[in-house]
């Protein structure tokens, strides 16, 4: 074989790999929503499943603090830019929510040093959960695919009414809702 033979198909080997990269690349940069396959949700209608997690002072929570109450869990990633950009939203809706006989209930995706260092920098006025991803605990239970922000609204029957994506169709009639009063 010739050596021009051989660079032409190194060289077209590299523009393969780089067309393969940017294809990537694109798609890891699409937004997720709510049709979006890699979205995993709790079916409406189901009796949201039992849970783990961690108040601030440390004591362990679980699903049967909320019995009885209509609880909405927003499921946030210390990191998360838009997590963090939708907080002040979430600290004006929190007493309208209530208004309207809802508990918004924020759920931190990591250990309990994050979510109180999170509590503290971001002025969080409404109930925090610290959930490390594990079996149990209730990241994995209500948003299974750890995409954030996330929402889960459960009435006082635990059965879930309204799960998706923060901005999605249903988040925005939630919101529209609590604004009503």
Same mark, same amino acid.
């Given at each position: ?7 032409? @198909?190194? /060289?077209?080997?590299? #523009?393969? #790999?780089? $067309? ?9 940069? &699409? ?14 209608? &189901? #009796?949201?499943?039992?849970? *783990? /997690?961690? /108040? $601030?002072?440390?004591? *362990? =929570? ?36 209530? !208004? ?6 924020? =759920?931190?995706? %990591?250990?309990?040093? *994050?979510? +109180?260092? !999170? =509590?503290? &920098?971001? @002025?969080?006025?409404?109930? =925090?959960?610290?959930?490390?991803? %594990? ?9 299974? *695919? ?10 006082? +029957? ?14 925005? &009639? ?8």
């Amino acid at each position: 074989m010739s050596y021009d033979f051989i660079t032409l @198909n190194i /060289a077209i080997l590299w #523009i393969l #790999i780089l $067309l393969l990269l940017a294809l990537s690349f694109k798609r890891v940069g &699409q937004p997720l929503n709510a049709s979006s396959p890699a979205l995993k949700k709790l079916p409406v209608g &189901q #009796i949201a499943p039992d849970f *783990s /997690a961690l /108040a $601030l002072d440390g004591s *362990s =929570v679980n699903r049967s603090i909320y019995a009885e109450r209509d609880v909405c869990f927003i499921f946030v990633q210390p990191h998360c830019e838009s997590c963090r950009a939708k907080i002040p939203t979430l600290n004006r809706l929190y007493p309208k929510a209530r !208004m309207h006989g809802v508990e918004l209930v924020l =759920v931190c995706i %990591g250990d309990l040093e *994050s979510a +109180k260092t !999170m =509590v503290s &920098q971001l @002025n969080i006025g409404f109930t =925090v959960l610290a959930s490390n991803p %594990g079996s149990t605990t209730l990241s994995i239970q209500f948003d299974p *695919s750890l995409i954030t922000p996330f929402f889960c609204l459960i009435n006082k +029957k635990s059965i879930v009414v309204s799960t998706g994506l923060v901005n999605s169709r249903d988040w925005n &009639q939630l919101e529209l809702l609590w604004e009503s009063k």
